[in-house]
């Protein structure tokens, strides 16, 4: 056996300070990996795969969702299909869970639908607001802070007004000179949950043009509410299907003046503004996390656990909140889940499907706000948790609730991100002022306004520089007193050189607004990484492994090292080569 080489006392020294700081950080790297959340307890391989089908309104929120807990092992499949055929197709037990911002049992069109056989409950899974996603445009320029009235949006979704430029959008944006431009009202084509909380809000708030409209389009009144958009031929509606169908309409280039109702988190995702919309203290709101909870507190629960509704929502105080904050078409999603065991569910998806539940219930409402949609209050979080419980097969847990880290919660049980809710800006009172900044995708592009119109908002420095002054004195007489008149705004734009005129408008330009307009915003999805606790504990253990190697390997080799120099050293020192003395 070759013995081991003496080391001299400064490299012994080093040596065990080495192998000390190595085994030190390899108790640091358990610690680490040991003290983050735990997944799961099931491996990848003991969930059974699931299925389910329904709303568009709540999809990116699940589809985030779904990517999250696969690496708990868990695969959770998602159709997009709409509300009416998510809840037939659970109803017919094709598939293990339906999604609907509606219930059974609804009558339709003097139809009431019919509730399944199979036992079912709903859970609440995330809040969000239906928005009015828009493309439009002055001189060339995107506008991103248009805002409606009740009455003008349902005007414009029931064909009474057809031009932009209409005096009633006039009067909601007094600080805008809007384009003599048709509108293009985009409906849904498919039965969707979002056309059904539309419809709800329009034969609740605006009965008499709801109901004049289904008239015109061969349906029985009252009207009330529709999964089915009707459209009357000839109107100058399209209709899409999906969400992504209809967002995905309005944002084309060609599509100039087209309108759509849709899930905030679509005009995001799209980079595209929506409507600020009137509620009842005659602010203009935007549909954000924060307004759209603070408009919920309005909201009725059925309570009653006997019902078959139980947890289903009656808004109608939602939409005359008298809270300015609020936004009027605020609403929640369900998760419609089976209460009893027939096939084709079974005790193993229910399993599956009460761990993704127990998920997007806490962790997974951390993250409605940067997804487009507000997170669930604390009393339909544990309402939520209750209902889990009723799903065959679930593995029950008690959760504690504090460790959600939901942005509602508080100590006290209040709705914290509705009480700290910023409150609208002065410019966005109905009125003669108009706030310049944009909203949802669009959020951070201003469209200038009136200078007499700019009410001291954030932004009124720039808007009172651009679009206000040179149109109000000369562009009346530019193009002869029209707001449409494109041939002789070309004609004018020829002769003076220095200004150019709107050809939607009439208006002279400011002469660093151009004509080409700008170029498409492209899509700023939101989209979140899947959550890396997983791979971080695997690599915090795997480093802790190759440290520990370290520490028992490391130290002898460097000791035959440094033992081998040292005897090469002292040689060397006894033998001195002739090299030396040349």
């Not at 289904?214 to 209709?239: E, H, M, N, Q």
């Not at 993704?356 to 409402?365: I, N, R």
Request: hydrophobic share 35%.
């Amino acid at each position: 056996m070759i013995p081991a080489p003496v080391l001299p006392p400064a490299d012994a020294r080093r040596i065990r300070a080495a192998r000390a700081v190595a085994a030190l950080l390899a108790l640091l790297c358990v610690l680490l990996a040991v003290e983050l959340p735990a997944a799961p307890a099931a491996h990848a391989d003991s969930y059974t795969k699931i299925s389910g089908a329904g709303s568009t309104w709540s999809s990116n929120a699940l589809d985030q969702w779904r990517r999250n807990v696969t690496q708990y092992g868990m695969t959770v499949n998602y159709a997009a299909v709409g509300s009416s055929v998510g809840r037939e197709q659970f109803k017919n037990g094709v598939s293990d869970f339906g999604v609907s911002e509606i219930p059974y049992g609804l009558t339709e069109f003097g139809v009431k639908e019919a509730p399944p056989k199979r036992g079912y409950a709903y859970m609440p899974i995330v809040a969000g607001g239906t928005s009015f996603m828009y493309n439009l445009k002055i001189g060339g320029k995107r506008v991103t802070n248009l805002r409606l009235s009740g009455a003008v949006l349902t005007k414009i979704f029931t064909g009474k007004i057809t031009m932009w430029n209409a005096p009633e959008v006039a009067a909601d944006n007094p600080g805008l000179t809007l384009p003599a431009r048709r509108v293009i009202p985009v409906v849904r084509s498919d039965g969707s949950g979002t056309t059904a909380q539309f419809s709800t809000w329009m034969a609740k708030e605006q009965s008499g043009l709801w109901n004049d409209y289904c008239r015109r389009a061969g349906k029985p009144t009252p009207c009330g509410l529709t999964s089915y958009y009707p459209v009357i031929p000839g109107s100058g509606f399209t209709a899409q299907s999906g969400s992504l169908g209809v967002s995905g309409y309005v944002r084309q280039p060609q599509a100039e003046g087209a309108i759509t109702y849709v899930e905030y988190s679509y005009a995001i995702k799209t980079g595209f503004p929506v409507a600020k919309l009137l509620n009842s203290s005659g602010y203009y709101v935007e549909p954000t996390a924060s307004s759209v909870a603070v408009g919920l507190m309005s909201a009725r629960i059925n309570d009653d656990k006997n019902s078959t509704d139980y947890l289903t929502q009656i808004l109608d105080n939602v939409y005359r909140s008298g809270d300015r904050r609020a936004y009027p078409l605020s609403s929640y999603s369900y998760m419609i889940v089976p209460t009893t065991n027939e096939a084709p569910f079974t005790e193993d998806k229910g399993r599956t499907l009460g761990a993704f539940a127990y998920y997007f219930l806490c962790e997974g409402q951390q993250q409605a706000d940067q997804l487009g949609y507000s997170p669930l209050p604390i009393n339909l979080v544990q309402a939520g948790l209750s209902q889990v419980r009723r799903i065959p097969g679930v593995e029950a847990k008690n959760v504690d609730i504090k460790g959600c880290r939901n942005p509602t919660f508080s100590s006290d049980g209040s709705n914290t991100l509705a009480k700290n809710a910023p409150y609208p800006q002065p410019c966005d009172k109905r009125g003669t002022t108009q706030c310049s900044t944009g909203t949802a995708g669009a959020r951070n592009q201003q469209t200038p306004v009136k200078s007499g119109a700019n009410g001291g908002s954030s932004s009124g420095s720039s808007s009172g520089t651009t679009g206000g002054t040179t149109a109000g004195t000369s562009g009346g007489t530019a193009a002869g007193g029209t707001t449409a008149g494109a041939t002789t705004a070309g004609a004018t734009t020829g002769t003076t050189g220095a200004t150019a005129i709107d050809p939607d408008t009439g208006e002279q330009l400011p002469a660093d607004s151009g004509g080409g307009g700008d170029a498409t915003v492209a899509g700023n999805p939101v989209s979140l990484a899947a959550d890396g606790q997983g791979a971080l504990r695997t690599t915090l253990m795997a480093l802790s492994a190759i440290l520990l190697l370290g520490v028992v390997v490391g130290p002898p080799i460097a000791a035959r090292a440094l033992g081998a120099r040292s005897g090469r050293s002292g040689r060397t020192a006894r033998t001195p080569g002739k090299g030396a003395d040349a």
